[in-house]
């Protein structure tokens, strides 16, 4: 049965529909829902034209703000996933990411759900910087009327484990907001608190709300872009195609090049998408855990209505690479160790900041022994997660392939072996052999859809997406300039892609390309560095309209250069620090300064 079919709407309101419908986001979706939802209820009561004062995108009194800020595309997901509940509810409800959220409308609001990511070392995303700088200014108004609750998202692995959302939360207790439930902290495995919290949030928006007008039930439209038939919880087995180092032998990087096939997937992505991988541990690391913790590997274990054996859990659905506060916590109390416990402390942030960087879980369990039982283990562990990669092709040149940049994370630690989940999955991988991937959305991260030009930095493997932008820049013939700004420790060696750069650079592709590298002479020079020097055309080009992208490294590299672009635009714009920040934060705002850093 079509939509056509379905439709109360004369055929030639239909198309006008239908055209309207195509192309908006989620977002925009629910807002056109809302509004003739408040057209229908305002026709029937007589009131004014919804044309002038549509009820669901107007009135705090009987509306819900979703407001979001998302990195990686979490926690729009999320706040998508709730307006789709709301409207379906009957509420009406808009969903704002954080860049657009005007903010004079927050003392206005009456009913506002957040939903916030963490990234780094407790910073906001960027499309939630400027919001999250309002709030904690003296500019921020009383909220005395407000209802609120907060959702974070964050990884615990990191010792400020959704430190963003916390903030957010007790700030807007600060101006006045009544806290309707606890705020919410879920870890990479997103569902085990936002579903229960969209719950809790569904049932306190339909209780904020009953005073309020219902609004008409409305019958979605389908539109072109249906939902996948691959996604994150069912990925597709993408077959390997190419499995190829790419950083010299006397490299001490192992930086792989991979080719994967898409095809019968249907699969589809933009410069600047990452692909989603589902790795699983290997074999070596699953056997050390059991001999550790002496227990059985064939042991069932039941957890989430699935029952498995303990080295299955172990294998496939259990984080064991990276260290989270919770598990530490766990261990720390199974084994009694003072000392363990006094890390957990707030005084103790750096030293547990330099065990998470160093131990696995492995390195917990053999230097501070304590009992598990397979059950309690498996409950302990956080469940395993996909790793997001920036996508280094575009489909419009590669047809349905898709390739990684790949840096294998494999070190030593008192002489034993160490490594990451999913880069030794991959780096191990066979050609020919099957990887379950699906693709993730990073829209902010996309090319400006006109001419401009654009200046991309992008050290290390943080060079993967700007292949796919020179790609995808060649393929459609555009106009706008390309600058690259590389940088990894050796020109010999750590010179990913050399070839095809001076390739671009022959063909007009590439328009500028400026290197670093650091190890090549006593003194080391990074990326920031060749910034510095560029500083005055960097300016110029950013000034004429250029969109800025950074990838790679948050840690280090990131802050670094953006305390350089501050630097740099306060010197060659007459400006202060304060107002060159305030400046690229436009940028931000506008979309013409994106990072995916991680």
Not at 133 to 159: C, I, M, N, T
Not at 161 to 182: H, M
Not at 344 to 352: I, K, Q, T
Request: glycine share 6%; with cysteine.
């Amino acid at each position: 049965m079509t939509a056509a079919t379905l439709s109360p709407l004369p055929e030639d309101k239909q198309a006008l529909v239908t055209r309207l419908a195509e192309g908006l986001d989620t977002p925009a979706l629910h807002w056109l829902s809302g509004y003739f939802a408040g057209v229908a209820v305002q026709r029937q009561g007589g009131g004014k034209s919804a044309a002038i004062e549509p009820a669901a995108a107007t009135d705090t009194q009987t509306r819900l703000t979703v407001l979001y800020g998302s990195q990686t595309g979490n926690a729009k997901r999320i706040a998508e996933d709730l307006g789709r509940r709301a409207t379906a509810a009957g509420l009406a409800v808009r969903i704002v990411r954080a860049d657009a959220y005007v903010t004079r409308e927050l003392k206005q609001e009456r009913l506002l759900y957040v939903v916030i990511s963490t990234q780094g070392d407790a910073e906001p995303p960027d499309d939630a910087r400027a919001f999250v700088e309002f709030l904690s200014s003296s500019r921020a108004p009383k909220l005395d009327e407000l209802h609120y609750a907060v959702l974070g998202l964050g990884d615990s692995s990191y010792p400020q484990f959704c430190a963003i959302g916390r903030q957010v939360d007790e700030r807007l207790a600060a101006l006045g907001g009544a806290r309707l439930f606890s705020a919410g902290e879920a870890d990479v495995d997103l569902e085990s608190v936002s579903q229960p919290w969209l719950e809790h949030a569904l049932q306190q928006a339909r209780e904020q709300l009953k005073t309020a007008t219902p609004l008409a039930k409305v019958t979605p439209l389908r539109t072109a872009r249906n939902t996948p038939t691959w996604h994150r919880e069912q990925p597709f087995a993408a077959p390997l195609l190419l499995n190829q180092r790419i950083t010299g032998r006397d490299s001490d990087r192992d930086v792989r090049h991979l080719e994967l096939s898409l095809e019968g997937s249907g699969l589809r992505y933009a410069p600047g998408d990452a692909l989603g991988v589902w790795p699983t541990q290997a074999a070596a690391l699953v056997e050390a855990i059991l001999a550790t913790t002496k227990l059985n590997g064939d042991a069932p274990v039941q957890a989430g209505g699935e029952e498995r054996s303990l080295r299955l859990w172990l294998a496939e659905r259990r984080e064991l690479t990276q260290l989270t506060r919770p598990f530490f916590a766990a261990h720390a109390e199974r084994s009694g160790d003072a000392a363990l416990r006094a890390l957990l402390e707030p005084v103790s942030r750096d030293a547990l900041s330099e065990r998470f960087s160093h131990w696995q879980v492995i390195d917990l369990l053999r230097r501070h022994p304590a009992d598990w039982t397979p059950e309690s283990l498996v409950a302990a562990l956080r469940p395993l997660a996909p790793r997001l990669y920036s996508i280094a092709s575009s489909q419009s040149v590669v047809g349905d392939e898709v390739h990684l940049t790949l840096s294998h994370v494999d070190y030593a630690l008192d002489g034993e072996a160490r490594w990451g989940a999913a880069s030794r999955y991959l780096a191990h991988r066979a050609e020919g052999e099957t990887v379950p991937v699906f693709i993730e959305a990073n829209e902010r991260f996309h090319l400006p859809a006109d001419e401009r030009d654009i200046i991309m930095i992008g050290p290390g493997t943080g060079v993967a997406p700007f292949r796919a932008f020179v790609q995808e820049r060649a393929e459609r013939g555009a106009s706008g300039r390309n600058w690259l700004l590389f940088g990894n420790p050796h020109f010999h060696s750590d010179f990913l892609y050399q070839t095809e750069w001076q390739q671009a650079l022959k063909n007009s592709q590439l328009h500028r390309i400026d290197l670093a590298f650091s190890r090549d002479q006593a003194e080391k020079i990074y990326v920031q560095h060749r910034l510095r020097e560029q500083g005055r055309d960097l300016y110029e080009w950013l000034d004429s309209g250029a969109h800025l992208y950074v990838c790679g490294d948050a840690t280090r590299m990131a802050k670094d250069v953006h305390k350089t672009l501050i630097d740099i635009v306060a010197e060659h714009s007459a400006r202060t620090a304060e107002d060159a920040e305030t400046w690229l934060n436009q940028l931000i705002q506008q979309g013409r300064y994106a990072r995916d850093v991680y």
